[in-house]
T-cell receptor, first 110, second 115 residues
Framework: GNSVTQMEGPVTLSEEAFLTINCTYT??????LFWYVQYPGEGLQLLLK?????DKGSNKGFEATYRKETTSFHLEKGSVQVSDSAVYFC?????????FGAGTRLTVKP | DTGVSQDPRHKITKRGQNVTFRCDPI?????LYWYRQTLGQGPEFLTY????????KSRLLSDRFSAERPKGSFSTLEIQRTEQGDSAMYLC?????????????FGQGTRLTVV
């Protein structure tokens, strides 16, 4: 079956540090890949997505590239802010279902 | 359209009682998912509907759990004879089936506490 594995947290960074959260997947066919973010006390919301190999999704300074050869979709940001503190979930969507990783909690300190 | 809405937002129940949650998806979305999320974990897939048809059920969904989407619009998730291990956030999401690139939109969830 389909599955998503992402880097375990928590991750604590200082403001303006570089962020990488690793995500790898297992899927049949050609899924779409997503990063969702969950801010404290809020629901899951889409951060970015990529729908085919070599696509790069980007939003709010975050980026992730769909790498079919390594089955990865790592999330990066060049300079994090305190307001980026949240839980980040990698997800894949196939025709059969939508699966999520366990989530990575990011805390950014001033 | 205000997005996916779930009701209630919070539910506290005694062990052994039955509970029912409702999800109203985005109106034109034909696919509806139910997930369970416990503290520190990602959403775990429970089941999904395409229109009124329930197409897949996770093995996490024991016989005490049942979900319906009778008219292909709103959905209900019922848990019978609740157990303390059922305490979790229950999330509903909806999307369009026709396009994989369309993301799923989530509701705020129903937090269940079984005491």
């Amino acid at each position: 079956g389909n599955s998503v594995t992402q880097m375990e947290g928590p991750v604590t960074l200082s403001e303006e540090a570089f962020l990488t959260i690793n995500c790898t997947y297992t899927a049949t066919g050609y899924p779409s890949l997503f990063w969702y973010v969950q801010y404290p006390g809020e629901g899951l919301q889409l951060l970015l997505k990529a729908t085919k190999a070599d696509d790069k999704g980007s939003n709010k300074g975050f980026e992730a590239t769909y790498r079919k050869e390594t089955t990865s979709f790592h999330l990066e940001k060049g300079s994090v802010q305190v307001s980026d503190s949240a839980v980040y979930f990698c997800a894949l969507r196939s025709w059969d279902d939508m699966r999520f990783g366990a989530g990575t909690r990011l805390t950014v300190k001033p | 359209d205000t997005g996916v809405s779930q009701d209630p937002r919070h539910k506290i129940t005694k062990r052994g009682q039955n509970v029912t949650f409702r999800c109203d998806p985005i109106s034109e979305h034909n696919r509806l998912y139910w997930y369970r999320q416990t503290l520190g974990q990602g959403p775990e897939f429970l089941t999904y509907f395409q229109n009124e048809a329930q197409l897949e059920k996770s093995r996490l969904l024991s016989d005490r759990f049942s979900a319906e989407r009778p008219k292909g619009s709103f959905s209900t998730l019922e848990i019978q004879r609740t157990e303390q291990g059922d305490s979790a956030m229950y999330l509903c999401a909806s999307s369009l089936e026709q396009a994989l690139e369309i993301e799923a939109f989530f509701g705020q969830g129903t937090r269940l506490t079984v005491v």
